[in-house]
């Protein structure tokens, strides 16, 4: 499943990233990389930005770069 799936409020565990070299390297500054832990916060409205919470920090990435992160939910 991709993070703009989930739900605010849901965490799961990034498990890939599908994209070229750029997208992996941006995620990986914002600390987005497999074996992390994320927590949706909110969503924009409109299929706006999704607000993610990783490693105690909040970035906001459009619905697209999120598409890219392949999650597994936490139970």
């Known amino acids: ?3 703009d799936a989930l739900l605010p409020g849901q965490s ?3 498990v890939a990233i599908r ?3 750029g997208v992996s390297l941006r995620l990986m500054q ?4 497999p074996g992390a832990s994320v927590r949706v916060v909110g969503r ?6 999704i607000l ?3 490693n105690g920090s909040q970035v ?3 619905p697209g770069i999120a ?3 392949l999650v597994v939910p936490y139970a």
């Open 67 to 69: 598409r890219k992160v």
């Open 52 to 54: 993610v919470e990783v």
């Open 19 to 21: 994209g070229g070299r």
């Open 44 to 49: 924009g409205p409109f299929r706006g930005p």
């Open 30 to 33: 914002l600390g987005i990389v």
């Open 1 to 3: 499943m991709s993070l």
């Open 12 to 14: 799961a565990r990034v």
């Open 60 to 62: 906001a990435l459009g």
